[in-house]
């Protein structure tokens, strides 16, 4: 997975990959250069060959640079300035890959999202769901650009600090390099605790997160009914909770950091006492001491460095697991460029149908019906009875299983239909309306790929009698309608939300108790117009009000996942059964 999210990006780490081994390798040539100026310019220690001895020779000779140390000093100026040059491209192609790979991240889980079931997203937080695609999208984006990378240039530090550390002394060296297998031992030891600690702090901060959204998208319903001070218990106890949790966790990290700021200055202390009893007994030059302690205190940072990005990927494990969580959850198939059903009403079939929810109990049993094409089918019955279920179902919100019935659209099993094809064919108003930040003419015509027709919207606006509503509306149709349509009524919201299925102008309509927060005397209105306007179309209506579904073709009254009866308004009514008692209820309470 975190293979995939590299390309693009790929490119730019690999340059930085490139310059710290510049820089590295620039880094060691400092100590070096000071251990020949001391053993063979200042004293008169002999042996210099190879590469050394050409540069001895090419800056003047021995004689000439102890009269012109400058040279020398000249050197190291330049090679630390190279070394800047280096490390400032490193940042630079570094912050370039990381930038990429954030932004390949986030779109891609994005569109992984847009792509998952209804199903996937009832079982899953929103707040958890947010927390994955940011804190912990951040944490793997830090640890591949930073720990990483920081890892590769520990690797590089170490193998040549060794490397230039043996050429000085063998056993000096491996008195300083029994201190690594030490820190990577306890760095592991500290790997599990931390991974722990921090998974369980990482859903805390999710169900926190959860807390926060719930409250600021239902802030009309918390303070409607007076749970101010009962949601801020709630979402206090939750923080102190998460609070606790990364206490918990920087509890495990300070003793970590601190045993490994400790074992880190041993090993620089052990290195320069024994290299200075070395020095003494001669067994080491002036020169060969001074770039030992060098190397060795430019090894403990790495090695201590080392122990640290070990800790780290205990966090970027878990990040990876919940990010891969998402990328791994099977998306719904659909065509990019899907086959057309076209743009006339075809027979829609229900034969023999079931359907549960996951691990629940069955929602419909044996549902047959047949929606004659251009005609319209109301669904009475009370709430949990399956009425939504059975539009869902249609849509392909959810999947029926192939052993549970068919589904079909003249003539075609819907399973073998694409769903955006599909989705195209039937426009659906949900229960509860969502409408998005922006204005009143961009949610209506929210299925225009360009700019909304303004004639188009107004028209679709009277059709659900919004028109007059929005004229009153001190900006029109240009009025900015708040996150989750906040800014309008539960009946404007309704309204909106019919608006849009007429601009989308589909075949099939389905209005899923769409009426429920209009008065009655609208409610008329707009199945007046709803009449005139999908004159030949498919359409179903699904309501508790018998006066919304009265002159539809076919009612159907659906009671515990069952069809109770079926058959118009009048038919229904002479048989004396459940519609009958619906309707005596309704009107009687109309009458009082």
Sequence with gaps: MVVYFLRGSKRYFAMGMILSLSVALLDMLGPKIVQYTVDYVLDDETGVSGIAAWALAAAGGRDHLRTHLYIAAGVIVLIAIVGAVCRYLYRVFNSMGAEKLICRMRDELFAHILKLPVSWHASNHTGDIIQRCTSDVETLRNFLSEQLMTLFRVGILVGFGVFFMISINPALTSISAVFIPVIILYSVFFHNR???????????????????????????????????????????????????????????????????????????????????????????TVGEYIAFVSYNGMLSWPVRELGRVISDMSKAGISVDRIRYIMNSDPEEMSMDP????????????????????????????????????????????????????????????????????????????????????????????????????????????????????????????????????????????????????????????????AQIVMADTPVMVFDDSMSAVDTRTDACIRRNLRERTAGMSVILISHRITTLMQADNIVVLDHGRIAEQGSHDELLSRGGLYRQIYDIQTSGAET
């Excluded at 074992?263 to 070395?278: C, D, K, L, N, P």
């Excluded at 691990?359 to 709430?383: K, N």
């Excluded at 003539?411 to 969502?434: A, N, T, W």
């Design 339 to 498: 086959p057309s059903l076209g743009d006339k009403p075809l027979d829609i079939v229900f034969d023999h149908v079931s359907f549960s929810y996951e691990e629940g109990t069955e929602v419909l049993h044996d549902v047959s019906l047949t929606i004659p094409a251009g005609t319209t089918l109301g669904l009475l019955g009370a709430t949990g009875s399956g009425k939504s279920t059975l539009v869902h179902l249609l849509d392909r919100l959810y999947d029926l299983p192939t052993d549970q019935g068919t589904i079909t659209i003249g003539g075609r099993d819907i399973r073998e239909l694409d769903r955006r094809s599909v989705r195209k064919y039937i426009g659906l108003v949900l229960q509860e309306p969502f409408l998005l930040s922006g204005t009143l003419a961009e949610n209506i015509a929210i299925t225009e790929p360009s700019e909304p027709d303004m004639k188009a919207v107004r028209e679709a606006a009277e059709v659900a009698s919004l028109d007059d509503a929005v004229s009153r509306f001190a900006d029109g149709y240009e009025t900015y309608v708040g996150e989750r349509g906040v800014t309008l009524s539960g009946g404007q919201k309704q309204r909106t939300a019919i």
């Design 194 to 284: 931390i991974a722990a600690s921090f998974l369980k702090a990482d859903e805390e901060e999710g169900k926190l997160s959860s807390i926060a959204q719930e409250n600021l998208t239902g802030v009309r319903v918390v303070r409607a009914f007076g749970r101010e001070q009962f949601e801020r218990e709630r979402f206090e106890t939750q923080n102190q909770g998460y609070t606790r949790m990364w206490i918990r966790l920087m509890g495990w990290l300070s003793a970590f950091w601190c045993s490994n700021d400790l074992i880190s200055g041993s090993q620089i202390m052990a290195g320069i006492a024994v290299g200075a009893v070395f020095c003494v007994h001669g067994r080491i």
